[in-house]
């Protein structure tokens, strides 16, 4: 099978790639616009694989994608190109309109036009993938529920209602024109490859440098946390053995309040990296409490049942064993993330108006 790829340079998408390759016999073709959070390093392994191509390409750009589908003849689509960062929506929403919902339209018209011209065996088989978050349902403060694939939508902040509007499109090109479409919505993904202005990477790396460890509020945000391996297995079994016009969440099994993450992190790195930066003396004293972001969402928490009875899937790392992996990720990959730093990000606090 050949797989469409969209955002495959990015934190979810690498991971995906490199499972794709390593794990089947599938091939992967990658479109990246390479904006700040793109880094073909994340899979350079496979630079030279036959099973993979890679084009720098920007998904509302039409006439590229209608150039790719020619060239290539997927047979999936997997789209995980976005705009993701909550803090960046709130400092600049116009990015994530243009990506996230006109990128998402642009892609959908390109692919309708594919299939349309399919022979009825692959226009059976083909699948398009839409990838996105748990953010679109919004908040379960005060309530012991979880989200389930019913969950009314409710988004709180730009970055979400922007997955939101594309959820839509999706389900409705699905519904409108037969294109045969799946959705998931994931929980907070974390661990290697990760972006460093994301909560876990930025700990980690402020921590090993004795900066200030920034937290929210109180804190007390919770979140579900799944291991972006563990994703990208599930990802794969969507789009392989999913059903059209279904949503999966897929979620951790993980609630974890955001000042419980950091302390762990702390803690690992206590273990770790006992050699601590001049004038520290524990790495939690670096833990600082700054203004919360406008809008803050207080709890997520996935119901991931569907695809563990339909398509027997769970993820198999724990939030302790996911979390060690993740620092010792970043204690041994220090040219990875030192080459990231040097470019447009500098761990700035965004979001905050």
């Excluded at 959820?167 to 699905?174: I, K, M, T, Y």
């Excluded at 799946?182 to 402020?206: A, Q, R």
């Excluded at 016009?245 to 099994?253: L, M, P, S, V, W």
């Amino acid at each position: 099978m050949k797989i469409l790829l969209t955002g495959g340079a990015g934190f979810i998408g690498s991971a995906v790639v490199r499972h794709i390759i390593k794990n089947t016999k599938d091939s992967v073709i990658n479109v990246d616009k390479l904006t700040y959070a793109g880094n073909l390093e994340s899979i350079a392994d496979f630079e030279c694989n036959e099973r993979y191509a890679f084009i720098e390409a920007d998904i509302c750009n039409r006439s590229a994608m209608d150039d790719i589908f020619a060239i290539y003849q997927p047979d999936a689509v997997m789209h995980l190109a976005a705009e993701s960062h909550v803090d960046r929506s709130i400092d600049g929403p116009a990015a994530f309109i243009e990506t996230n919902i006109i990128g998402t339209y642009t892609l959908l018209e390109a692919a309708r036009q594919y299939w349309n011209a399919q022979n009825d065996d692959k226009k059976a088989s083909f699948r398009f993938h839409h990838i996105s978050t748990d953010e679109v349902y919004g908040d379960l403060e005060g309530t012991n529920d979880l989200f389930t694939e019913e969950t009314s939508y409710e988004p709180s902040s730009p970055y979400s209602a922007s997955k939101a509007s594309s959820d839509h499109l999706v389900r409705a090109w699905q519904r409108t024109y037969g294109l045969p479409t799946l959705v998931t919505n994931c929980s907070n993904n974390y661990g290697p490859y990760h972006f460093p202005e994301k909560l876990i990477p930025l700990m980690i790396l402020n921590a090993l440098e004795g900066k200030a460890l920034p937290v929210y509020g109180d804190g007390m945000q919770i979140r579900d946390w799944l291991f972006v391996e563990d994703h990208a297995r599930a990802l794969y079994k969507v789009v392989t053995e999913g059903v059209v016009g279904e949503t999966y969440n897929i979620g951790g099994h993980n609630e974890k309040a955001n000042i419980e993450v950091v302390k762990t992190i702390c803690s690992l790195l206590e273990e770790l990296v006992p050699n601590k930066p001049t004038g520290v003396t524990e790495y939690k004293e670096l833990i600082t409490y700054v203004k919360d972001r406008p809008g803050h969402d207080v709890r997520y928490a996935i119901d991931a049942s569907k695809i563990e009875r339909d398509l027997g899937w769970k993820p198999e790392e724990t939030f302790e064993s996911g979390i060690r992996k993740t620092v010792e990720w970043y204690l041994i990959n220090q040219e990875w993330w030192a080459r990231v730093l040097d470019g447009s990000y500098s761990r700035e606090r965004l979001g905050s108006n």
